[in-house]
């Protein structure tokens, strides 16, 4: 089922004027992490070019996609290791994490974690917590990192990726085909997740592709034309205060239309109409609500075995649940909301995902 969201009644963003001598390095800080306040909290070699030692610790087809079949464990150190894939010409980065607990002669699970805007691969596998969920479970997670720390969704956002064109799309799509191909990852298990930014392209990559079996976002949207999106599973976690992707739908707090140098525009839907947009893709049954404290979980089953579920946080803002806390002088000079306690989104999203591979054939 065809659904399209795009408005254009949205104002721009006020000018700031300068700032005396006396605050210049917090407009440093500020400057570097304007972005983050905006928004949150094809080819290549064998696995791209390994940089680091370890630190242990639809409408476009997917690209390249593995049989997933069983193979002798590769040359790819246990814990965090750092490569890079050239894509569309440009030279991208990402971090790879191997627990000692997943089993490479057998197909395993990949999850894709995708940062919010300012934020990096390094600084999500730092925050939130997936690595450690990948010891307990066995599964591989990539850390993608966004060109000058965002991710491209199309013209109007977001940053200086959507102002040069770039297509994050490919470049995400032919990471997971890339490492699929030295990899025994099963095609049934490919997940993507995200926040803010991150969960932004995190829609778009279903919007667009059929690579993923379900997609968790957090503290984010739907922007943009999704003409023929295909079935998957969803899972959507959003606190009810967050200004900068609003629960109720419209433009965030930072929008600034998606014009001058780094391009915002954050237009979706309210959050529970998103969630029933997909339940008509996925052809899913009414859903279940049910509510503990803050947290209100509304749950439906679809065809085929998927699901679309939706996790309000009342008292949440803009921020990951059960993330790192922020650093106190960030969190105060940036306004940064702080992580909710009441839910762990991590735990939460992966028991979502090991729920709803994809179905035979779909």
Not at 57 to 78: I, L, N
Not at 85 to 90: A, P
Not at 225 to 253: A, F, N, W
């Amino acid at each position: 089922m065809p659904f399209t969201v795009i408005r254009s009644d949205v104002g721009a963003e006020p000018h700031r004027s300068g700032r005396p001598a006396t605050t210049r390095a917090a407009a440093r800080l500020a400057g570097t992490l304007a972005l983050l306040v905006s928004l949150s909290t094809v080819t290549g070699c064998s696995l791209g070019r390994q940089d680091d030692q370890p630190t242990d610790g639809g409408t476009r087809p997917a690209a390249g996609a593995s049989s997933g079949a069983a193979r002798p464990a590769p040359d790819v150190p246990v814990g965090s290791s750092t490569h890079t894939i050239t894509v569309d010409g440009r030279e991208r980065s990402y971090r790879l994490y191997r627990p000692a607990s997943a089993d490479l002669t057998t197909p395993v699970p990949l999850v894709v974690m995708l940062h919010g805007a300012a934020g990096t691969g390094e600084q999500a596998e730092q925050a939130y917590g997936w690595t450690g969920q990948a010891d307990r479970d066995g599964f591989l997670v990539l850390f993608p990192d966004g060109l000058n720390r965002a991710w491209a969704v199309g013209p109007q956002c977001c940053g200086a990726p959507a102002r040069e064109g770039v297509d994050d799309v490919a470049f995400i799509t032919e990471l997971v085909a890339s490492v699929g191909r030295d990899l025994p990852v099963d095609p049934a298990r490919r997940y993507v997740t995200g926040i803010s930014n991150g969960g932004l392209l995190a829609y778009r990559l279903v919007c667009d592709t059929t690579t993923f079996a379900a997609i968790g976002a957090v503290a984010s949207t739907l922007t943009g034309e999704c003409p023929d999106p295909k079935p998957v599973s969803v899972l959507h976690i959003h606190g009810r205060e967050d200004q900068t992707m609003p629960y109720g739908g419209g433009p965030g707090r930072r929008d600034n239309d998606g014009t001058g140098r780094n391009p915002v525009k954050i237009d979706g839907p309210p959050t529970p109409e998103l969630a029933a947009r997909w339940r008509a893709v996925d052809d899913c049954a009414a859903p279940k609500t049910t509510t503990d404290g803050p947290v209100t979980r509304s749950t439906a089953t679809c065809a085929e075995g998927r699901a679309v579920e939706l996790i309000t946080v009342a008292d949440a803002g803009h921020q990951w649940p059960g993330g790192r806390p922020n650093p106190p002088r960030a969190e105060k000079l940036l306004n940064l909301d702080p992580p909710s306690t009441a839910l762990n989104a991590t735990d939460t999203i992966w028991r979502f995902f090991a729920a709803h591979p994809k179905p035979t054939g779909g």
